[in-house]
Protein backbone atom coordinates (compact mmCIF):
# COMPACT_ATOMS: atom_id res chain seq x y z
CA UNK A 1 0.00 0.00 0.00
CA UNK A 2 0.91 3.54 -1.13
CA UNK A 3 -0.39 6.56 0.23
CA UNK A 4 -1.34 9.41 -1.82
CA UNK A 5 0.17 12.32 0.03
CA UNK A 6 3.42 13.74 2.32
CA UNK A 7 1.87 14.16 5.53
CA UNK A 8 3.49 11.26 7.52
CA UNK A 9 6.32 8.52 6.64
CA UNK A 10 6.13 4.36 7.72
CA UNK A 11 8.42 5.30 10.45
CA UNK A 12 7.14 8.28 11.96
CA UNK A 13 10.38 10.87 11.75
CA UNK A 14 10.78 14.37 11.58
CA UNK A 15 9.16 16.95 10.09
CA UNK A 16 12.23 17.62 7.95
CA UNK A 17 12.68 13.81 7.13
CA UNK A 18 8.88 13.35 6.40
CA UNK A 19 9.17 16.36 3.41
CA UNK A 20 12.45 14.12 2.13
CA UNK A 21 10.50 11.12 1.65
CA UNK A 22 8.04 12.39 0.11
CA UNK A 23 9.90 14.56 -2.11
CA UNK A 24 12.12 11.45 -2.89
CA UNK A 25 8.92 9.28 -3.79
CA UNK A 26 7.71 12.31 -6.26
CA UNK A 27 9.53 10.52 -8.87
CA UNK A 28 8.10 7.58 -9.07
CA UNK A 29 4.60 8.35 -6.98
CA UNK A 30 2.74 7.94 -10.74
CA UNK A 31 3.71 4.49 -11.09
CA UNK A 32 1.09 3.49 -9.18
CA UNK A 33 -2.27 3.54 -10.94
CA UNK A 34 -4.52 4.85 -8.90
CA UNK A 35 -1.68 7.36 -8.58
CA UNK A 36 -1.05 8.49 -12.13
CA UNK A 37 -4.14 7.21 -13.89
CA UNK A 38 -1.90 6.61 -16.98
CA UNK A 39 -4.14 3.91 -17.96
CA UNK A 40 -7.37 5.09 -18.98
CA UNK A 41 -9.52 2.39 -17.50
CA UNK A 42 -8.31 4.08 -14.68
CA UNK A 43 -8.54 7.40 -14.80
CA UNK A 44 -12.01 7.07 -16.32
CA UNK A 45 -13.12 5.00 -13.14
CA UNK A 46 -11.94 7.99 -10.73
CA UNK A 47 -13.41 10.67 -12.94
CA UNK A 48 -17.14 8.78 -12.82
CA UNK A 49 -16.56 7.98 -8.94
CA UNK A 50 -15.38 11.91 -8.41
CA UNK A 51 -18.26 13.28 -10.38
CA UNK A 52 -20.99 10.85 -8.08
CA UNK A 53 -18.83 12.64 -4.71
CA UNK A 54 -18.56 16.46 -5.95
CA UNK A 55 -21.89 18.81 -6.54
CA UNK A 56 -23.07 18.94 -9.69
CA UNK A 57 -22.57 22.84 -9.79
CA UNK A 58 -19.11 24.38 -10.39
CA UNK A 59 -18.23 24.24 -7.17
CA UNK A 60 -14.89 25.13 -5.18
CA UNK A 61 -12.83 21.94 -4.29
CA UNK A 62 -9.44 21.57 -1.86
CA UNK A 63 -7.34 18.98 -2.07
CA UNK A 64 -5.47 18.35 0.37
CA UNK A 65 -2.13 15.98 0.22
CA UNK A 66 -2.61 16.43 -3.28
CA UNK A 67 0.58 14.66 -4.51
CA UNK A 68 1.00 15.18 -8.09
CA UNK A 69 -2.65 16.20 -8.49
CA UNK A 70 -4.01 13.50 -10.64
CA UNK A 71 -7.39 13.84 -8.28
CA UNK A 72 -7.19 17.75 -8.73
CA UNK A 73 -6.89 17.36 -12.61
CA UNK A 74 -10.12 15.19 -13.06
CA UNK A 75 -12.25 18.18 -10.75
CA UNK A 76 -10.66 20.84 -12.78
CA UNK A 77 -11.79 19.11 -15.80
CA UNK A 78 -14.81 18.43 -14.29
CA UNK A 79 -15.18 22.41 -13.95
CA UNK A 80 -14.16 22.78 -10.48
CA UNK A 81 -12.03 25.78 -9.16
CA UNK A 82 -9.54 23.96 -7.16
CA UNK A 83 -6.87 24.54 -4.63
CA UNK A 84 -4.28 21.63 -4.12
CA UNK A 85 -1.91 21.46 -1.05
CA UNK A 86 0.72 19.33 -0.49
CA UNK A 87 3.71 19.70 1.86
CA UNK A 88 6.12 17.99 -0.60
CA UNK A 89 7.67 20.81 -2.72
CA UNK A 90 8.45 18.20 -4.99
CA UNK A 91 4.83 17.04 -5.40
CA UNK A 92 3.58 20.00 -5.71
CA UNK A 93 6.23 20.87 -8.68
CA UNK A 94 4.66 17.67 -10.39
CA UNK A 95 1.04 19.33 -9.42
CA UNK A 96 1.66 22.24 -11.23
CA UNK A 97 3.12 20.82 -13.84
CA UNK A 98 -0.81 18.58 -14.68
CA UNK A 99 -2.62 21.59 -13.25
CA UNK A 100 -1.62 24.08 -15.52
CA UNK A 101 -4.16 25.69 -17.77
CA UNK A 102 -7.01 24.75 -15.48
CA UNK A 103 -6.20 27.90 -13.33
CA UNK A 104 -5.85 25.74 -10.29
CA UNK A 105 -3.88 27.16 -7.72
CA UNK A 106 -1.21 24.71 -5.97
CA UNK A 107 0.21 25.36 -2.62
CA UNK A 108 3.21 24.24 -0.47
CA UNK A 109 1.49 23.33 3.45
CA UNK A 110 0.59 20.57 5.84
CA UNK A 111 -2.59 19.27 4.88
CA UNK A 112 -3.43 19.01 8.89
CA UNK A 113 -3.24 22.60 8.99
CA UNK A 114 -3.56 24.23 5.16
CA UNK A 115 -2.68 27.49 4.74
CA UNK A 116 -6.12 28.50 3.52
CA UNK A 117 -8.86 30.32 4.94
CA UNK A 118 -12.03 29.04 7.13
CA UNK A 119 -15.00 28.69 5.37
CA UNK A 120 -14.01 28.91 2.05
CA UNK A 121 -14.58 25.84 0.19
CA UNK A 122 -17.87 23.72 -1.02
CA UNK A 123 -15.45 20.61 -1.06
CA UNK A 124 -12.48 18.96 1.29
CA UNK A 125 -11.60 16.28 -1.08
CA UNK A 126 -8.80 14.10 0.72
CA UNK A 127 -7.17 10.80 -0.33
CA UNK A 128 -5.05 8.12 2.03
CA UNK A 129 -4.19 11.26 4.51
CA UNK A 130 -6.09 11.33 7.49
CA UNK A 131 -4.92 7.60 8.24
CA UNK A 132 -0.99 9.05 8.68
CA UNK A 133 -1.96 11.94 11.15
CA UNK A 134 -2.07 12.45 15.08
CA UNK A 135 -5.43 13.26 16.26
CA UNK A 136 -7.28 12.60 13.05
CA UNK A 137 -10.83 13.68 15.26
CA UNK A 138 -9.60 17.20 16.06
CA UNK A 139 -8.21 17.41 11.83
CA UNK A 140 -11.57 16.71 10.76
CA UNK A 141 -13.11 19.33 13.35
CA UNK A 142 -10.41 22.08 11.28
CA UNK A 143 -11.79 20.88 7.76
CA UNK A 144 -14.93 20.86 8.76
CA UNK A 145 -14.33 24.43 9.20
CA UNK A 146 -13.12 25.10 6.11
CA UNK A 147 -16.55 24.32 4.64
CA UNK A 148 -19.28 27.27 3.30
CA UNK A 149 -22.89 25.98 5.05
CA UNK A 150 -23.92 23.04 2.70
CA UNK A 151 -20.48 22.17 2.22
CA UNK A 152 -18.91 18.09 2.64
CA UNK A 153 -15.79 16.12 3.23
CA UNK A 154 -14.94 13.95 0.86
CA UNK A 155 -12.41 11.32 2.34
CA UNK A 156 -11.00 8.60 0.37
CA UNK A 157 -9.24 6.04 3.20
CA UNK A 158 -9.19 2.44 4.06
CA UNK A 159 -7.18 -0.42 6.10
CA UNK A 160 -4.54 -2.18 4.09
CA UNK A 161 -2.74 -5.24 4.11
CA UNK A 162 -3.95 -8.30 5.73
CA UNK A 163 -0.67 -9.60 7.47
CA UNK A 164 -0.13 -6.57 9.18
CA UNK A 165 -2.99 -3.25 8.12
CA UNK A 166 -2.76 -0.14 8.61
CA UNK A 167 -4.95 2.60 8.21
CA UNK A 168 -8.56 3.82 9.50
CA UNK A 169 -11.50 1.20 9.08
CA UNK A 170 -14.59 2.62 7.85
CA UNK A 171 -16.60 2.68 10.93
CA UNK A 172 -14.29 3.97 13.24
CA UNK A 173 -13.86 7.16 10.58
CA UNK A 174 -17.81 7.30 11.14
CA UNK A 175 -17.18 7.46 14.99
CA UNK A 176 -14.60 10.02 14.02
CA UNK A 177 -17.08 12.11 12.30
CA UNK A 178 -19.95 11.87 14.87
CA UNK A 179 -19.13 14.87 16.48
CA UNK A 180 -19.56 17.17 13.34
CA UNK A 181 -22.87 15.96 13.33
CA UNK A 182 -24.77 15.97 10.41
CA UNK A 183 -24.75 13.07 7.82
CA UNK A 184 -22.24 10.11 7.33
CA UNK A 185 -22.57 7.66 3.85
CA UNK A 186 -19.28 5.15 3.55
CA UNK A 187 -19.24 3.87 -0.08
CA UNK A 188 -17.06 0.38 0.15
CA UNK A 189 -14.53 0.42 -2.89
CA UNK A 190 -12.53 -2.43 -2.24
CA UNK A 191 -14.80 -4.51 -5.46
CA UNK A 192 -14.00 -1.92 -7.91
CA UNK A 193 -10.68 -3.62 -9.35
CA UNK A 194 -11.07 -0.72 -11.95
CA UNK A 195 -10.07 2.16 -9.43
CA UNK A 196 -6.64 -0.19 -8.78
CA UNK A 197 -5.68 -1.27 -11.37
CA UNK A 198 -5.72 -4.68 -10.13
CA UNK A 199 -7.71 -6.97 -7.62
CA UNK A 200 -7.51 -6.08 -3.87
CA UNK A 201 -8.66 -7.53 -1.02
CA UNK A 202 -8.04 -5.18 1.35
CA UNK A 203 -10.61 -3.00 3.40
CA UNK A 204 -10.89 0.99 1.20
CA UNK A 205 -13.74 3.21 0.75
CA UNK A 206 -15.08 7.01 0.36
CA UNK A 207 -16.89 8.47 3.20
CA UNK A 208 -18.69 11.48 2.23
CA UNK A 209 -19.33 13.40 5.05
CA UNK A 210 -22.03 16.54 5.28
CA UNK A 211 -21.26 18.28 8.61
CA UNK A 212 -24.13 20.10 10.64
CA UNK A 213 -24.95 23.76 10.96
CA UNK A 214 -23.41 24.72 13.87
CA UNK A 215 -25.47 25.56 16.76
CA UNK A 216 -27.58 22.95 16.37
CA UNK A 217 -27.32 19.64 18.28
CA UNK A 218 -27.12 16.91 16.52
CA UNK A 219 -26.56 13.04 16.34
CA UNK A 220 -25.71 10.43 14.75
CA UNK A 221 -28.48 7.59 15.06
CA UNK A 222 -27.76 3.39 14.40
CA UNK A 223 -29.87 0.04 14.11
CA UNK A 224 -29.44 -2.69 16.14
CA UNK A 225 -31.47 -6.58 15.83
CA UNK A 226 -32.07 -8.77 18.69
CA UNK A 227 -32.15 -11.98 16.87
CA UNK A 228 -33.52 -14.55 19.16
CA UNK A 229 -34.10 -18.30 18.77
CA UNK A 230 -36.41 -19.91 21.46
CA UNK A 231 -34.23 -17.84 24.68
CA UNK A 232 -30.85 -17.60 22.95
CA UNK A 233 -29.89 -13.70 21.09
CA UNK A 234 -26.94 -13.89 18.44
CA UNK A 235 -23.89 -12.02 19.12
CA UNK A 236 -20.90 -11.40 16.61
CA UNK A 237 -17.45 -10.48 17.86
CA UNK A 238 -15.65 -7.53 16.69
CA UNK A 239 -12.31 -7.82 14.67
CA UNK A 240 -10.32 -6.04 13.15
CA UNK A 241 -11.91 -2.64 12.96
CA UNK A 242 -10.00 -0.80 15.65
CA UNK A 243 -12.92 0.19 17.94
CA UNK A 244 -14.07 -2.44 20.31
CA UNK A 245 -12.21 -5.71 18.59
CA UNK A 246 -12.71 -9.11 20.58
CA UNK A 247 -15.89 -8.04 22.02
CA UNK A 248 -19.37 -9.32 21.22
CA UNK A 249 -21.76 -7.42 20.10
CA UNK A 250 -25.53 -7.44 18.08
CA UNK A 251 -25.99 -7.09 14.74
CA UNK A 252 -26.02 -3.09 14.02
CA UNK A 253 -24.81 -0.64 11.93
CA UNK A 254 -25.46 3.02 10.91
CA UNK A 255 -28.41 4.60 8.82
CA UNK A 256 -27.39 5.87 5.58
CA UNK A 257 -28.19 9.07 4.34
CA UNK A 258 -32.63 9.35 3.63
CA UNK A 259 -32.65 5.83 5.25
CA UNK A 260 -35.77 5.29 7.71
CA UNK A 261 -34.24 2.82 11.43
CA UNK A 262 -36.72 -0.33 9.91
CA UNK A 263 -35.12 -0.23 6.29
CA UNK A 264 -31.67 0.44 7.77
CA UNK A 265 -32.05 -2.67 10.10
CA UNK A 266 -33.59 -4.92 7.19
CA UNK A 267 -30.42 -3.15 5.14
CA UNK A 268 -27.65 -4.70 8.00
CA UNK A 269 -29.21 -8.23 8.46
CA UNK A 270 -29.11 -8.72 4.89
CA UNK A 271 -25.44 -7.24 5.20
CA UNK A 272 -24.46 -8.81 7.97
CA UNK A 273 -25.77 -11.85 8.46
CA UNK A 274 -27.60 -13.21 5.78
CA UNK A 275 -30.86 -12.87 6.63
CA UNK A 276 -33.73 -11.09 4.64
CA UNK A 277 -36.58 -9.58 6.96
CA UNK A 278 -39.81 -7.89 6.20
CA UNK A 279 -40.95 -4.75 7.84
CA UNK A 280 -43.60 -7.26 9.94
CA UNK A 281 -40.91 -8.98 11.04
CA UNK A 282 -39.67 -5.98 13.02
CA UNK A 283 -40.98 -5.09 16.88
CA UNK A 284 -39.05 -1.62 17.68
CA UNK A 285 -38.59 -2.80 21.40
CA UNK A 286 -35.99 -0.01 22.76
CA UNK A 287 -34.89 3.55 21.78
CA UNK A 288 -31.23 4.34 23.84
CA UNK A 289 -29.37 7.77 24.19
CA UNK A 290 -25.92 6.54 24.22
CA UNK A 291 -22.85 8.85 25.37
CA UNK A 292 -19.02 6.90 24.72
CA UNK A 293 -16.69 7.99 27.36
CA UNK A 294 -15.10 10.08 24.65
CA UNK A 295 -18.02 11.85 25.15
CA UNK A 296 -19.56 11.19 21.25
CA UNK A 297 -23.17 10.69 21.41
CA UNK A 298 -26.09 8.46 19.34
CA UNK A 299 -29.13 7.29 19.28
CA UNK A 300 -29.82 3.96 19.47
CA UNK A 301 -32.87 1.99 18.35
CA UNK A 302 -33.12 -2.00 18.85
CA UNK A 303 -35.74 -4.26 16.99
CA UNK A 304 -36.42 -7.62 17.97
CA UNK A 305 -37.11 -10.64 15.23
CA UNK A 306 -37.81 -14.69 15.91
CA UNK A 307 -35.87 -16.46 13.52
CA UNK A 308 -38.18 -18.72 12.44
CA UNK A 309 -38.01 -22.84 13.11
CA UNK A 310 -36.50 -24.29 10.07
CA UNK A 311 -35.12 -21.36 9.02
CA UNK A 312 -31.88 -20.76 6.99
CA UNK A 313 -28.93 -20.33 9.86
CA UNK A 314 -27.45 -16.58 9.67
CA UNK A 315 -23.73 -16.76 8.54
CA UNK A 316 -20.50 -14.52 8.70
CA UNK A 317 -20.99 -11.96 5.98
CA UNK A 318 -18.57 -9.79 7.16
CA UNK A 319 -15.24 -11.54 7.76
CA UNK A 320 -12.69 -8.60 8.29
CA UNK A 321 -14.47 -6.54 10.55
CA UNK A 322 -16.28 -10.06 12.71
CA UNK A 323 -14.07 -13.24 13.69
CA UNK A 324 -17.41 -15.22 14.02
CA UNK A 325 -21.02 -14.80 15.41
CA UNK A 326 -23.11 -17.42 17.84
CA UNK A 327 -26.06 -18.10 20.18
CA UNK A 328 -26.02 -17.14 23.49
CA UNK A 329 -28.57 -17.32 26.68
CA UNK A 330 -30.31 -13.65 26.73
CA UNK A 331 -30.84 -14.46 30.34
CA UNK A 332 -27.44 -14.79 30.96
CA UNK A 333 -24.96 -12.69 28.38
CA UNK A 334 -21.57 -13.10 28.32
CA UNK A 335 -19.62 -10.27 30.56
CA UNK A 336 -16.95 -9.76 27.04
CA UNK A 337 -19.36 -7.24 25.09
CA UNK A 338 -19.25 -3.57 24.05
CA UNK A 339 -20.69 -2.09 27.23
CA UNK A 340 -23.36 -0.07 25.30
CA UNK A 341 -25.19 -3.55 23.39
CA UNK A 342 -24.82 -5.12 26.78
CA UNK A 343 -26.74 -2.51 27.99
CA UNK A 344 -29.46 -2.04 25.63
CA UNK A 345 -29.96 -5.99 26.06
CA UNK A 346 -30.50 -5.79 29.17
CA UNK A 347 -32.99 -3.15 29.19
CA UNK A 348 -34.90 -5.17 26.61
CA UNK A 349 -34.27 -8.04 28.73
CA UNK A 350 -36.14 -6.28 31.93
CA UNK A 351 -39.11 -4.41 29.55
CA UNK A 352 -37.90 -0.91 29.54
CA UNK A 353 -38.49 1.10 26.11
CA UNK A 354 -36.44 4.41 26.42
CA UNK A 355 -33.30 5.01 28.77
CA UNK A 356 -30.72 6.40 28.59
CA UNK A 357 -26.91 5.65 28.85
CA UNK A 358 -24.11 7.83 29.06
CA UNK A 359 -20.67 7.05 29.88
CA UNK A 360 -18.46 8.92 31.97
CA UNK A 361 -14.74 9.85 31.03
CA UNK A 362 -12.54 7.11 32.38
CA UNK A 363 -15.56 4.90 31.71
CA UNK A 364 -14.33 1.44 29.32
CA UNK A 365 -15.77 0.52 26.03
CA UNK A 366 -16.47 -2.69 27.42
CA UNK A 367 -18.79 -4.15 29.38
CA UNK A 368 -17.44 -4.24 33.49
CA UNK A 369 -19.23 -6.46 35.76
CA UNK A 370 -18.18 -4.54 38.41
CA UNK A 371 -18.30 -0.78 36.92
CA UNK A 372 -21.45 1.72 37.34
CA UNK A 373 -24.48 1.40 35.79
CA UNK A 374 -24.88 3.93 33.34
CA UNK A 375 -28.57 2.97 32.70
CA UNK A 376 -31.09 5.32 33.71
CA UNK A 377 -34.79 4.56 32.32
CA UNK A 378 -37.02 7.22 31.51
Not at 274 to 299: F, K, S, T, W
Amino acid sequence: MTTETGNGTPDGSADSEDRRYWDDAAERFDDEPDHGLRDPRVRDAWAIRLRSWLPVRPSDVLDLGCGTGSLALLAAEQGHRVTAVDRSEQMTERAREKLAGTGARVLVGDAAQPPVAAASFDVVLVRHVLWTLPEPEAVLRRWAALLRPGGRLVLIEGRWGTLSPVGIPAEALADLAAPLGGVTRIEQLSHAEELWGRAVEDERYAAVIRPAATGRHREIVDVHLVLLRGDDVLLARRAGTGYADGLLHAPSGHLEDGEDVRSGMIREAHEEIGIELDPGDLEAVLVMQHRAPQGQARIGWFFAARLPDGAPEPVNREPAKCSGIGWYPLHALPDDMVAYCRAGLEAYRAGERFVLHLHEPGDTIAHDPAGPDRVMPL
